[in-house]
């Protein structure tokens, strides 16, 4: 591990840039392309839908709908500034990685300060739209989760595998933030939310972990399957926190905020989950994190949808 440590800080030292792109600047159409690129658009709508549905089952009949419409967008610029800031940070990391390499910075599409203002400049607009528009409240919860993403779990990237636990913090906070804009207030049912999101992460995490253990490695990413030859750990972590998830889904219809229905599919999904968890966990091969991974992207909106629809 010290090698590849070593590999990631002299990567940090000298950026990877492709000397093509540096030699013709981009122009108009795709410097805007690559800002948007910079967003992480798939990951924005993913952290935009968990916020809905936060606001959705917190809602009550009927929906005020100019609220919910201020509440995706605040939420989708809080989250594309997040994005940009994350991939002005580990621009040089990223450029280390496959999955990563092609991404606006490593390959020169953007410049860094360029990101780095840009995304600055998105947060701040995110923060006062929500703190203006939907309440005080979930703009104070959004900064705490762009301070906890970009200050704590971002660094500790590179120095622990304790960052997958100190990350699902920010990365459960979504859909509080959906609660919050719709009811201006936390309370147990938010705390639920968060617990199913947070022991969500666990799992689906561990399994990109595993799919990309050389590509980390490579970036001195210390991810707990790239630092953990055997794999024991992460199979008791990705079995764990599975039974975790799958006991707090049923909370939803136990207090009152969701119905049978949800519960009845909250059991089929927990048992379907479970089932690709204990599989993945006994052989811990790329193959079943690939379908570790693809289970758990179909699992939270299943759930979330059927949530909102028996609330």
């Not at 658009?41 to 809602?59: D, E, K, Q, Y």
């Not at 052989?283 to 299943?302: C, D, F, N």
Request: proline share 5%.
């Amino acid at each position: 591990m010290e090698i590849v440590t070593s590999a990631g800080n002299a990567a940090a030292r000298s950026p990877v840039i492709n000397p093509a792109t540096e030699a013709s600047p981009p122009g108009l159409g795709e410097r805007i392309a690559a800002y948007y690129d910079l967003t992480k658009p798939r990951i924005t709508f993913l952290v935009v839908l968990s916020a809905l549905a936060g606001f959705a089952v917190a809602s009550s009949s009927p929906i005020n709908w100019l609220l919910f419409l201020h509440t995706a967008l605040g939420v989708a610029l809080l989250s594309s500034g997040i994005s940009s800031l994350n991939q002005y940070w580990e621009r040089h990391l990223d450029a280390l990685m496959e999955r990563t390499k092609s991404r606006p910075l490593p390959m020169g599409r953007l410049s860094g300060r360029g990101a780095l203002v840009f995304g600055i400049a998105i947060s701040v607009v995110a923060e006062i739209y929500l703190a203006v528009l939907v309440n005080p409240l979930t703009a104070v919860w959004g900064f705490v989760a762009l301070a906890s993403y970009l200050f704590l779990y971002t660094p500790l990237k590179t120095r622990t595998h304790w960052c997958t636990f100190i990350g699902a913090f920010p990365g459960a906070l979504p859909v509080v933030l959906g609660w919050t804009a719709a009811r201006n207030e936390i309370g147990l049912e938010a705390a639920v939310l968060f617990g199913i999101m947070f022991f969500w992460q666990f799992p689906h995490f561990h399994a990109i972990a595993t799919m990309y253990r050389e590509d980390y490695g490579r970036a001195g990413i210390r991810m707990l399957p790239v630092i953990e030859p055997d794999g024991k750990s992460t199979a008791r972590q990705i079995v764990a926190y599975t039974l975790g998830l799958v006991a707090l889904s049923v909370l939803p219809t136990l207090l009152g905020f969701s119905g049978w229905l949800y519960l009845a599919g909250a059991v089929v999904l927990g048992a379907w989950f479970l089932q690709t968890s204990l599989i993945t966990a006994k052989q811990m091969s790329r193959e079943h994190a690939v379908r570790l991974l693809k289970v758990s992207v179909m699992y939270l909106p299943l759930l979330l949808g059927l949530m909102v629809f028996n609330s």
